[in-house]
C-alpha cells in the first residue's frame, strides 16, 4: 500500500467485478441504441477504459474535460469546459462516464449543455458517488460505489495530479493535504 494512503476503500478486485457488473447491465440497456460514451478527463480514463471493455455492444467513445472556476478547494458551482467533442451528438445515446460525483456542478452543468445539442438521450455512469455533499440537483444514472465524505484517491482519482495509477481506492491521510 502506498504510504500516503491511511486506508483502502475498495480493492482491484472489488472495482473489477463492480466494473463488469456496470458493463453488464449497459450492454442490456443500450441494445440497438447509438451508444456514445463521453469520458470526463482526466479522472474518468482508468474506469473509462475498463468500461467500455465490459460492455458487449458497438459504441463510440470520446473525451471531454472540464475545470470549476473559483479558488482552492471550494466548488463555486461554475464549470469551464476545456476540451469538447467537435461532432453532431444529435441522434446519439449519449453515456458520460466520470469519476466521482462530489457537489454535483460539475456534471449538472455538462448534462445541461450535452442535451442542448439534441442527443437521443444522456444518462450518467459514475464509478463513485459523494451523495452526501450534494449541492448541485443531479442523480447518476448508474453508481459504482457509493463513499464517505473522504478524500480518496487511486483507479484514475487524484490529489495534486498524484495517485491516480493506484489500482484500489484509499483514503488519503489527511496529513498530505493540509
Ligand atoms: P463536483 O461534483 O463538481 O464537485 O466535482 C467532481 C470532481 O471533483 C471529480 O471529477 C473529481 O475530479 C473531484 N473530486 C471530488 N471528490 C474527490 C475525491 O475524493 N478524490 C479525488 N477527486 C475528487
Ligand atoms: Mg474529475
Redesign the pocket.
Known sequence: MNSDVETILFDEQQIAGRVSELGALLTNDYKGKKLLCIG?L???AVFMSDLVRKIDLPLRMEFMA?S?YGSGSV?S?E?KITRDISFDISGYDVLII????????????LKKMLLERGPASVKICTI?D?PS????Q?TPDYTGFI?PD????GYG???DNRYRNLPYIGV?KPEIYK
Do not use: H, P
Not at 466521482?100 to 449538472?108: N, Y
Not at 473522504?150 to 484517491?153: A, D, K, M, Q, Y
Open positions: 470526463i482526466n479522472g474518468s472540464a470549476s466548488s458551482g464549470v466520470e469519476d466521482i460525483i462530489d457537489t454535483g456542478f460539475t456534471l449538472s452543468y463513485f459523494k455533499r450534494r449541492r448541485a443531479i463513499v473522504e478524500f480518496i484517491v482519482l487524484d490529489y488519503l
